[in-house]
Every structure is written in structure tokens, then in C-alpha cells.
């Protein structure tokens, strides 16, 4: 690897003015505009990289450090600081340089499903904005032809090495390096696509399985379905929050399907059949004789299907009773008659009931 201070012609000991001087004068002779050909690009990237390192005080020491072999004259005296960070992990060094590959970050969606989708599950085809593999590079970050170079800095290792003299004699510290950033290469040439992330955002289509019986706060895990990671990492997973919309007729507890079915007073008195529209399908319930208001009539295995387990639970109907507010003259003699027949005990003070709805709930929830 060519040093720096070569490549840019100048001494070791040039100012930063010397050095910015001697990268424009060559940046304008290498430059791919004015000079074309393989040979000067390869140049005039050298020159450029040379300047990136020398240009940063930071940079440059530790490019020096690294350059002399961190001997021990390159170093003053140490203070409490630097024995503060060799024993307390500050400058801890690392088993080889850190990876660019990781592992993405997982996603959180969530999701609104009918009621009527519940009971048997169903399938969607979520669209979601997420992080991919860059299709240009493969997630290598690097633009097609080229690969990552061995960092000239830490020589791969993707840390710097020195030696503090300290009160406790002379000690070996290392930190990341602050030109590869610890990953002991570094991106050339950086794909154009990604900017050398090795993937890009992007909306793609993933199909998901809601199983039957699912509920409001519910979460599917879907391993490897969440962000792509850096470099070509492993994805994340994704997370389906589900949330079951509110319908207008049924409504769920547990795994039964509660609802209201209003009869007619005539019907309750006289009894009848009637076919109800359930969320499955019809189901034909039968109302006996004398029926009254806040009776639950339940349905066998007509409600949502169990999460865990099998079967279904039930559908429960609550009845309420409608009582005419109007009568003509004649449906009006026709139950005075029917009264009289009955001789109906007079209304009564008896203990305070609760309401219909009351009694519906205490009875739909047991």
C-alpha cells in the first residue's frame, strides 16, 4: 500500500495548508475530465483517499501511529484518562475487525379484520414499506466489478494499536479504527443504487394466513418477513397486530357470538319459527310459546372458532319482547277481551329487577 505522504508529495511533517495545496494541483492533473484512462482514474482515487486521511488531524495521527509501528517515543506521558481506558474497557480491543452484515430490524404492522373474517381466518396480501436487498449490488455494497479494500489504516484489522506510558508503566491500548470504522475494509467504489448500504426502501407484497379465532391486540410473529439487513444481513421478522372491527349486529365474548332478536309480542305469546342471517350462514332458531324478554336462546357451535384448540363456541340471542304503542279501535277491544279472559292480576309493588339489558348481559356472560 503507498503512503499517503508519497502519493501527495509531500513531507511527513507538511501543514494542512501544504497538503490541501498538493492535493488540488493533483486533482486537476488526474482528474477522469481532463486526464482519461484507467491508469490516472487509479491515481487520481489514490490522491483522493490520501487527502480524506491527511486532511483529518484525527485521521492523520492515527494513520502516523499506525505507519511508525506505535512505538513507544511516539507517545508523551499518559495521564489518568488514558489509565482510565485501558482498564475500564474504553480502549478495549476487539477479536477482528466488526462485520458490515447485520441483522434488520423487525416491523410492526397492524392489520383490521371483519368480525365474519374471524370466525374461519382468512387471507390478506399486505402491502408494506420496508428496507430490501439492493438488487444492484446483492447487498455488497459495492458497485458491480469492484470488492471492498483492506483499510490502509489498521491493515484490516479494524482497530489502532498504541502504547501510553502511564504511572503504572507502559500499557497497550487499542480503539476502533476511525477511518474503517472497525470493519477493517473499506467501500471504494460504493454501489450507486444503495450509496453502499447494500439495500434500499422499497413496498413489497407479503402474504399472511390470519388464523381463525384471533382477537383485538393479538400479534403473528412472521420470521425473516421484516427489514433487510445491512450488507446483506439477515431480515428481521414481522409483527401483525391484529384489530377486529365492530359489527353492527354481533358482538363477541370469548369465542360466542352475542346478538339481539326482537319478537313480536303476538310471537312471543303464540310462539313461532324464524331464520336469522349469522355471519356463517343462516341459522333457523325456534321461539317457544310464552317467551320472555331478556331469554337467551343459544345456538350450538355457531360462533368463532377456537384460537387454540378446536371447535367453535356458540351463538347466544338475546329476546326482547316489543310491546305496540299503538292500537287501532279494534286490536284494542281485541286485548281488553283478551285481558278480561285472562283476569290478569292488578299491577303489584314487588322488589326493585334490573333492566333488560342488564339481565341480557348477567345471562350472555353467565
Do not use: W
Not at 1 to 29: Q, S, W
Amino acid at each position: 500500500m503507498a503512503d499517503h505522504y508519497e502519493v501527495l508529495g509531500v513531507a511527513r511533517d507538511a501543514t494542512p495548508d501544504e497538503i490541501k495545496k498538493a492535493y488540488r494541483r493533483l486533482a486537476r492533473e488526474l482528474h477522469p475530465d481532463v486526464n482519461p484512462g484507467a491508469e490516472a482514474s487509479e491515481r487520481f482515487k489514490q490522491v483522493t483517499h490520501a487527502y480524506d486521511v491527511l486532511s483529518d488531524p484525527k485521521q492523520r495521527q492515527q494513520y502516523d501511529l499506525g505507519g511508525r509501528g506505535g512505538g513507544f517515543g511516539d507517545q508523551g506521558f499518559g495521564g489518568f484518562g488514558d489509565i482510565f481506558e485501558t482498564f475500564f474497557g474504553a480502549g478495549q480491543q476487539t477479536r477482528g475487525p466488526r462485520s458490515r452484515r447485520e441483522r434488520g430490524q423487525d416491523a410492526l404492522i397492524r392489520v383490521e379484520v371483519g368480525l365474519d373474517e374471524v370466525i374461519f381466518g382468512t387471507h390478506r396480501d399486505i402491502e408494506v414499506d420496508t428496507a430490501v436487498t439492493c438488487e444492484t449490488c446483492h447487498g455488497s455494497c459495492c458497485q458491480p466489478g469492484t470488492a471492498p479494500v483492506t483499510c490502509d489504516i489498521c491493515h484490516g484489522t479494524g482497530s489502532i494499536q498504541r502504547s501510553v506510558r502511564s504511572l503504572l508503566g507502559n500499557v497497550m491500548t487499542s480503539s476502533p479504527c476511525g477511518t474503517c470504522r472497525g470493519y477493517g475494509t473499506i467501500i471504494a467504489t460504493p454501489c450507486v443504487t444503495c450509496q453502499g448500504q447494500g439495500r434500499v426502501r422499497a413496498r413489497r407484497t407479503v402474504p399472511v394466513d390470519i388464523p381463525a379465532g384471533v382477537d383485538t391486540g393479538v400479534r403473528l410473529q412472521m420470521p425473516g418477513s421484516g427489514e433487510a439487513g445491512p450488507a446483506g444481513g439477515p431480515n428481521g421478522d414481522l409483527y401483525l397486530e391484529i384489530k377486529v372491527k365492530n359489527h353492527d349486529v354481533f358482538s363477541r365474548n370469548g369465542d360466542d357470538l352475542l346478538c339481539t332478536l326482537e319478537v313480536a309480542m303476538t310471537d312471543a305469546i303464540l310462539g313461532t319459527t324464524t331464520t336469522i342471517p349469522a355471519l356463517d350462514g343462516d341459522v333457523h332458531v325456534e321461539l317457544r310459546s310464552g317467551l320472555q324478554s331478556g331469554e337467551v336462546i343459544t345456538v350450538k357451535d355457531r360462533g368463532v372458532t377456537k384460537l387454540r384448540g378446536t371447535g367453535r363456541g356458540d351463538l347466544r340471542i338475546g329476546v326482547q319482547v316489543l310491546t305496540p304503542s299503538k292500537l287501532s279501535s279494534k286490536e284494542r277491544d281485541l286485548i281488553q277481551q283478551f285481558a278480561a279472559s285472562k283476569k290478569a292480576p292488578k299491577p303489584e309493588l314487588t322488589h326493585f329487577q334490573q333492566g333488560l339489558f342488564a339481565r341480557l348481559r348477567d345471562r350472555f356472560l353467565g
